[in-house]
Nanobody, 116 residues
């Protein structure tokens, strides 16, 4: 079992920045990858960015060059630095962890709202 707690969402003007944090607890040594997903109103959940235990990263095309995913030194935290935010980035952002068995765990989500 892995528990995930996100923080750092909020309201920001277009062009601004936010940093999301996610702390994992429980069976953290079974985690293969950590990532961020988002669900905008009326849309399906989509992958924003992910980072593997080996440090490889993957980004949605819509956020490349603006968002950066990273892991903390303790390896049980993951961050999403979001720069040059756009109104279309408005969504609930979810932290996710995939463990060695292929099972995914999810955080409760944090709201990000970008005003124009």
């Amino acid at each position: 079992q892995v528990q995930l707690v996100e923080s750092g969402g909020g309201l920001v003007q277009a062009g601004g920045s936010l940093r999301l944090s996610c702390a994992a607890s429980g069976s953290i040594f079974s985690i293969n990858a950590l990532g961020w997903y988002r669900r905008a109103p009326g849309k399906q959940r989509e992958l924003v960015a992910a980072i593997t235990s080996g440090g490889s990263t993957n980004y949605a095309d819509s956020v490349k060059g603006r968002f950066t995913v990273s892991r903390g030194n303790a390896k049980n935290t993951v961050y999403l630095q979001m720069n040059s935010l756009k109104p279309e980035d408005t969504a609930v952002y979810y932290c996710a962890a995939r463990i060695v068995t292929g099972t995914d765990y999810w955080g409760q989500g944090t709201q990000v709202t970008v005003s124009s």
